[in-house]
């Protein structure tokens, strides 16, 4: 049972538009989530995060939305650059201390076109 | 220093063989995770150390033995794997407190023939 599904797993936007990454959770336990971007053959780089007291976070080109009504997150990146082409990861998790571990989907493909 | 290395970078290995993989991070974090992933999946986790301790195993075969010699440092020891254990194999670190995220390292390319 996938707790964490991205159901695009490609996505193309022009370079300068909106990126817009969707991700739905089916546990409504978890109250932390975070996005990470992953090239091929390196490791997963942390994006951006937002707990579940909140609805938005922001930092710099990226955003994250969460709706927990609909148990539904959404990565903003504006404005697209190629750069940003890769693999985003959506992730969550259920406070655990230190036993805390993370949830992934299956990834979403982002191609930005230049 | 922000980050967490491994190595090697790429491991090729028999089936009979024995190897380590090593991962090390220098943030002071407690809380060290090793993941398999597989081409076009997500992460999988296999094992997570808190304070040095063993805290999560999830039904991972035991012919990959994890190791925390200290709070910098972890292994994943190798034997006797199979050719469908090949896979990027990835470290990651976080402080241990709530709601921090995971810093991941490059990861270790590993094939079994």
Redesign the interface.
């Known amino acids: 049972d996938q707790q964490v599904k991205q159901n695009s797993p490609s996505l193309s936007v022009q370079e300068g538009r909106i990126s817009i990454l969707n991700c739905d959770y089916t546990n409504s336990m978890f109250d932390y989530f975070l996005w990470y971007k992953k090239y091929p053959a390196e490791g997963p780089t942390f994006l951006i995060s937002i707990s579940s007291i909140k609805d938005k976070n922001e930092d710099g080109r990226f955003t994250v939305f969460l709706n927990k009504s609909a148990k539904h997150l959404s990565l903003h990146i504006v404005p697209s650059q190629p750069g940003d082409s890769a693999v985003y990861f959506c992730a969550a998790s259920v406070y655990g201390g230190s036993n805390y571990k993370l949830t992934f989907g299956k990834g979403t493909l982002l191609t930005v076109n230049p | 220093d922000t980050e ?1 290395t ?1 190595t090697p970078k790429h491991l090729v290995m028999g089936m009979t063989n024995k190897k380590s993989l090593k991962c090390e991070q220098h943030m002071g974090h ?2 060290m ?1 090793w993941y398999k992933q597989k081409a ?4 999988e ?1 296999m094992f ?1 150390y ?2 040095e301790k063993l ?2 195993n999830e039904s991972v075969p035991s012919r990959f033995s994890p190791e925390c010699p200290n709070s910098s440092l972890l292994n994943l020891h190798l034997h006797a794997l199979q050719p469908e254990d090949s896979a ?1 194999y ?1 470290c ?1 670190s976080r402080t ?1 407190q ?2 921090n ?7 270790t ?1 590993l094939t079994v023939l």
């Open positions: 967490v491994q407690r809380a995770y076009k999946k997500p992460p986790l997570v808190s304070y805290s999560i990027l990835l990651a241990g709530a709601y995220e995971q810093f991941f390292g490059p990861g390319r």
